[in-house]
């Protein structure tokens, strides 16, 4: 359980009693990043029950904060900067120097921004929270197929270090976990969605960077999550 204990910390502020300096490639613990997005789905649909009494869009609110909160604004941050960079008209090195930058620049600011107010409408909108049980895995689950589809951007970088040690048996273990959860919990229009949306910005950050990086792995996280929540938004009001 090494590696799941790698992948709580990495992707979550939950305490997972994990050393830093481990020596296991950090690319095993992607087999179970989609068991994670479901344990942190799990919280996110009893703190959406709890919290029956509020509005619905205070209620979406709160749940989204909660969400960021639990995350610790990890992916959010890789998609600021990846709206920056990956949009901005530049060299690919501008770019790359664009991701390094801990300023947030106009783009980033617009695209956070518009981010929230997606995912907050789209939670507002929910019947039930089946769809935010399944969100955080479906999206994290096309992380782990876009950090095997396309190289790191920086050999050396943080994304080679996420991607280190990913095979096979990695890819294999977090599908399983995905279509289990989407077998008992619906969803595959959301799945078809998200992988499409997580195809088009690897192929769109690949075009500009050269690959990907860590920051896009953050952005791909966040558009799946949005693009789950909007799939599921809409089917519910068909």
């Given amino acids: 359980m090494r590696d ?3 992948a709580i910390a990495l992707l979550t502020i939950v305490p997972a ?12 613990a992607m087999a179970w990043y989609p068991l994670v997005g479901l344990g942190l789905g799990l919280c996110l649909g009893a ?16 749940v989204v904060t909660l969400w960021a909160v639990l995350t610790g604004g990890l992916h959010l941050d890789g998609w ?3 709206c920056d960079a990956l949009l901005a008209t530049t060299t690919r090195e501008r770019r790359l120097e664009i991701l390094r930058d801990p300023r947030l620049g106009a783009f980033g600011a ?12 789209a939670v507002a909108s929910l019947s039930g929270p089946s769809a935010l049980l399944l969100a955080p895995a479906l999206a994290r689950w096309v992380l782990v ?5 396309w190289p790191s951007a920086r050999p050396g970088g943080m994304g080679d270090t996420f991607r280190a040690g990913l095979g096979a048996r990695e890819i294999a273990l977090a599908s399983a976990t995905v279509w289990v959860a989407v077998a008992l919990l619906g969803g595959l229009p959301a799945l078809g969605v998200v ?14 960077l050269g690959g990907v990086t860590g920051d896009v792995y953050g952005a ?19």
């Fill in 4 to 6: 799941l204990r790698r």
């Fill in 17 to 28: 009693d994990f050393a830093p300096d481990d020596p296991a490639p950090v690319g095993r």
């Fill in 47 to 62: 703190a959406w029950w709890a919290l029956g009494a509020a509005s619905e869009v205070l209620r979406a609110a709160l």
């Fill in 80 to 82: 600021s900067d990846c």
């Fill in 110 to 121: 617009t695209g956070l921004g518009l981010l929230l107010l997606v995912k907050t409408a």
């Fill in 145 to 149: 197929l876009v950090a095997r589809r």
């Fill in 195 to 208: 992988f499409v949306a997580a195809g088009a910005l690897g192929s769109f950050a690949a075009s500009r």
């Fill in 220 to 238: 791909v996280v966040e558009s799946g999550e949005a693009a789950a929540l909007v799939v599921a938004a809409l089917m519910g009001h068909l």
